[in-house]
């Protein structure tokens, strides 16, 4: 089996400073791994490197077996939703034509889209007739993160990648969205990479924790191995639950 | 005079037509290159501002000796109003698309937009009602330039305002500016509401 991501010898500098150093890692089709870390640990650069928002200034990342530098970033992208914190929806387009974005850009029939946008919006918890026609300022923060969270499912791509998609809402609404995030990528098997700050977040919805301190990887394992951790940064997280 | 006084300010709304038309076909090609080019954007900038500061008058005599360009007449007026207007619209087209969010560039471009697609489709459309503001402005500065081209045998209102001056004869004088006023207020009034309409959100 290829990975569906695999960072080898990755290190990311701009001009002297070193965001990433000699990052290695496999991720396999539908796990979850959550990129834990503080701010500024590189944890977003990690992130960007996989859609080729940033090509690693040293070393190679594969998605499904293919360098991102021999890859067409335009093709790649399509095939990977991408979900942040500010959201970003086009504030001049419909709730549905943002979600149906990529089927359009992809050129998919009109008719396809449409549904597409219906089952996507319903999907994460909007009634479609309800919020279509709607524009993204008439939106609350957390029905703003769902439809993002839609536009990026909607031409099914194997992989998401997401950060720190629910930092900006409150805790009731972020749990909702959290287990809204681990129903989708069970039954869809999405392979997500989830970049937060939040332990809690971490541990709930990663099947691996990758802790990155420094631009370093410093820990990569699962929840349960992760908490028993008793020192370097893993430990300085839990000791924060 | 009515006659004449119809027939001068149509002249200068063509003046006017005309200096914007080509300046906001100019400048807001300019403004999206400038956005793109941040070294073009540093001379570019630096061109318009330096001709924004020649004194309009001045403007148009230092162009009557230029070949091709020069002598005396609408062309040489109409060369020098492009040059006035084009600084509001290219710098409003630039500050228009600098200032669309950049979550929301973020997002396109992750969504795999190409540069073409993420102009047309989401940092033009959300620029146009700034883009649109520079064009007002420009076109209102404009009608008040516009009034110097007479000097340099343009034609339009200041014909009267020139004539005016010469014969201390305020009907004349009046006749010039009453009619220019207007102009500027209806268009300024007719743009922003384009404006307004046209805003995204």
């Not at chain 2, 969010?101 to 396109?108: F, K, M």
Request: hydrophobic share 50%; aromatic share 6%; charged share 15%.
């Amino acid at each position: 089996m290829t990975p569906a991501v695999s960072f080898s010898k990755v290190h990311f500098r701009i001009g002297e400073r070193s965001i990433l150093a000699d990052i290695s890692f496999d991720l396999w089709p539908g796990e979850t791994l959550v990129i834990l870390g503080r701010s500024g640990s590189g944890k977003t650069t990690a992130l960007k490197l996989i859609n080729a928002l940033l090509v690693p200034s040293q070393g190679e990342v594969l998605v499904n077996g293919e360098s991102t530098r021999r890859l067409d970033p335009i093709r790649l992208r399509r095939q990977i939703g991408y979900v942040i914190q500010d959201v970003g929806l086009f504030p001049h387009f419909t709730i549905a034509r943002n979600v149906g974005l990529v089927p359009e850009l992809e050129g998919w029939p009109l008719p396809r889209t449409t549904a597409r946008v219906h089952e996507l919006l319903d999907l994460v918890g909007l009634q479609h007739a309800d919020f279509e026609h709607r524009y993204p300022r008439q939106l609350s923060g957390g029905q703003k993160q769902r439809v993002g969270i839609a536009r990026a499912l909607a031409a099914d791509p194997p992989i998401l990648l997401l950060d720190e998609p629910f930092g900006a809402l409150d805790p009731v609404t972020r749990f909702e969205l959290q287990n809204q995030f681990l129903d989708l990528t069970r039954r869809l098997n999405k392979t997500a990479v989830f970049v937060t700050h939040d332990v809690q977040e971490a541990m709930r919805l990663a099947s691996r924790i990758a802790v990155l301190h420094h631009g370093r990887l410093e820990l990569l394992t699962t929840p349960a191995q992760f908490k028993m951790q008793e020192d370097g940064e893993a430990a300085k997280f839990i000791a924060t639950l | 005079m009515i006659d004449s006084l119809i027939e001068l300010t149509l002249e200068h709304i063509e003046l006017i037509l005309i200096a914007v038309a080509f300046a906001a076909a100019i400048g807001v090609p300019c403004g999206i290159l400038l956005h793109r080019n941040a070294a073009l954007r540093r001379w570019l900038l630096t061109f318009t501002n330096i001709v924004q500061t020649i004194p309009a008058l001045a403007l148009f005599g230092f162009l009557i000796p230029i070949p091709l360009i020069g002598g005396i007449g609408k062309k040489t007026a109409i060369i020098a109003l492009v040059l006035y207007a084009l600084l509001p619209i290219m710098r409003n087209t630039l500050v228009g698309l600098q200032q669309v969010d950049p979550a929301v560039r973020e997002s396109a471009i992750a969504m795999g937009m190409t540069s073409r697609q993420l102009l047309q489709l989401v940092e033009l459309p959300l620029a146009v009602s700034t883009i649109l503001a520079g064009i007002r402005v420009a076109t209102v500065t404009t009608v008040g330039t516009a009034t110097i081209a007479a000097a340099i045998g343009g034609g339009g209102l200041g014909v009267f305002i020139f004539r005016g001056i010469a014969s201390v004869d305020n009907t004349q004088l009046l006749a010039g500016a009453v009619p220019a006023a207007l102009i500027a207020l209806i268009a300024d009034g007719g743009l922003g509401w384009i404006e307004r309409r046209l805003s995204p959100a």
